[in-house]
Each structure stands twice: as C-alpha cells, then as structure tokens.
C-alpha cells in the first residue's frame, strides 16, 4: 500500500518555467511533510518541509501548498533554472510516532535553458 | 559541520556473502535511521535507532539488521545476499527536533 502518491513522474519544463509537483497522502496521522532534492550520485537533501497547521510555506523560489482536506501537498519551483534538475521526492512522517518518513516515488525534474 | 559520513561509498558482494556498511551521523545527534533506494520501489524505510536502541523497523526481512553504538555512529548488517539487495543503502541522522533528515551520500551495493 503506497501511503504517499506522487505525481508526474517526471517533468519537463523550460527555463523561467514553473515547475508544480504534486503528493497525496492517506495516513491522517502524518504531521511533518518534507520535500527532499537528489542530484545523481548524492544522498536525498532536505529543501524545505511544511507542518499541517499552515497551508502555504515559501522558501526563495520553493514553495509548498498544503490542503489537508483533501490530503494533498504540492511543491511549486518558480522561475525554475538548470541547476534544478533533478529528483524531487515528497515524504510524510508522524513525528515522535510509530511511522517514519514515507516517500512518494520522486519526480525527474528536468529544466531545458 | 560535518556532515553524515557513509563507508564504503560501492561494495561488490556475491549471493549468499554478508556486508556491514557504516553510518557516521552529524555530532550531536543521536538518531540514525537506514533506507534502501531502489529504481523500482524508491526510498524504503529499515530502521531507526535512538541511543543505541531499535525504536523503528520497516519492512524487511530479518537478514537485514543494524546497530547503534555509544557514539552514535551506526552499522547495518545484511547477511545472505540475494541479487535483490542491490540498491543504494542511506543513512540519515537527525537531532530529534523539528529540522528533519540529513542524509548522507549513500553506499552502492551490488551483489552479483
């Protein structure tokens, strides 16, 4: 059972671009939603992390959306450049609970100049 | 500061061997957690430990296994290779607050 959906799977977009990747998740349990950015041959890096009691972070041109009604967070990478391109991957942790960080499958984010 | 120090960076093992990989994690914190990443399942959770105590495990089977000693630092075992153990093994450390994950670069193991 994938607890965090992820979507595309990759994703081409044009320099300046905005880049939009999507998760859903099913386990309400879930209290920390971090994005994480991986270059080949390089472990996962933290890129910015949300908690479900705000719907939107912003982080320079990084910004997550959150609606935890519908279960659904979103990564939106403005005026996206070449050095973006890479694996994107959502993850869902309880904090302090049984569960940790769930990944969704990752997003291949290539940036064209 | 340093980061999380994995060794060996790509391991070549035959069915049937055992490995030990390390895991160094950033001074000052005490939880160290393994994930496995492979092509077809992504980014799988093994296990995690706090001051030398298991107090998370994934779905794996028993021939994974791991420790965790008075430093912090941190080994996972892995005995009785099978060719579906190939993937890349990653170690991330955290501090226990609200900053999240630091992973290191990983090591590649392939069992041929």
Same mark, same amino acid.
């Given at each position: 059972?994938?607890?965090?959906? *992820?979507?595309? *799977?990759? /994703?081409?977009?044009?320099?300046?671009?905005?880049?939009?990747?999507?998760?859903?998740?099913?386990?309400?349990? +879930? =209290?920390?939603?971090?994005?994480? *950015? *991986?270059?080949?041959?390089?472990?996962?890096? /933290?890129?910015?992390?949300?908690?479900? =009691?705000?719907?939107?972070?912003?982080?320079?041109? +990084?910004?997550?959306?959150?609606?935890?009604?519908?279960?659904?967070?979103?990564?939106?990478?403005?005026?996206?450049?070449?050095? =973006?391109?890479?694996?994107?991957?959502?993850?869902?942790?309880?904090?302090?609970?049984?569960?940790? /960080?769930?990944?969704?499958?990752?997003?291949? /984010?290539?940036?064209?100049? | 500061?340093? #980061?999380?120090?994995?060794?060996?960076?790509?391991?070549?093992?035959?069915?049937? $061997?055992?490995? !030990?990989?390390?895991?160094?994690?950033? %001074?000052?914190?005490? %939880?160290?957690?393994?994930?496995? $990443? &492979?092509? #077809?399942? #992504?980014?799988?959770?093994?296990?995690?430990?706090?001051?030398? &105590?298991?107090?998370?495990?994934?779905?794996?089977?028993?021939?994974? %296994?791991?420790?965790?000693?008075?430093? %912090?630092?941190?080994?996972?075992?892995?005995?009785?290779?099978?060719?579906? @153990?190939?993937?890349?093994?990653?170690?991330?450390?955290?501090?226990?607050?609200? @900053?999240?994950? !630091?992973?290191?670069?990983?090591?590649?193991?392939?069992?041929?």
């Amino acid at each position: 059972q994938q607890q965090v959906k *992820q979507s595309p *799977q990759s /994703l081409i977009v044009q320099k300046g671009g905005i880049s939009i990747i999507n998760c859903a998740y099913e386990n309400t349990a +879930f =209290d920390y939603f971090p994005w994480y *950015q *991986q270059f080949p041959g390089k472990g996962p890096a /933290l890129l910015i992390a949300i908690r479900p =009691d705000v719907s939107e972070k912003k982080e320079g041109r +990084f910004t997550i959306s959150f609606n935890k009604s519908a279960k659904q967070f979103s990564l939106h990478i403005m005026d996206s450049q070449p050095g =973006d391109s890479a694996t994107y991957f959502c993850a869902a942790d309880t904090q302090g609970g049984s569960e940790k /960080l769930v990944f969704g499958k990752g997003t291949k /984010l290539t940036v064209n100049p | 500061k340093a #980061g999380v120090t994995q060794t060996p960076r790509y391991l070549i093992k035959t069915r049937g $061997q055992q490995v !030990t990989l390390s895991c160094s994690p950033i %001074s000052g914190h005490r %939880s160290v957690s393994w994930y496995q $990443q &492979t092509p #077809g399942q #992504g980014l799988q959770f093994l296990f995690e430990y706090f001051s030398e &105590t298991q107090r998370n495990k994934g779905n794996f089977p028993g021939r994974f %296994s791991g420790r965790q000693f008075s430093n %912090s630092r941190s080994e996972m075992n892995v005995s009785t290779l099978e060719l579906g @153990d190939s993937a890349l093994y990653l170690c991330a450390s955290s501090s226990g607050l609200a @900053d999240g994950y !630091t992973f290191g670069s990983g090591t590649r193991l392939t069992v041929v």
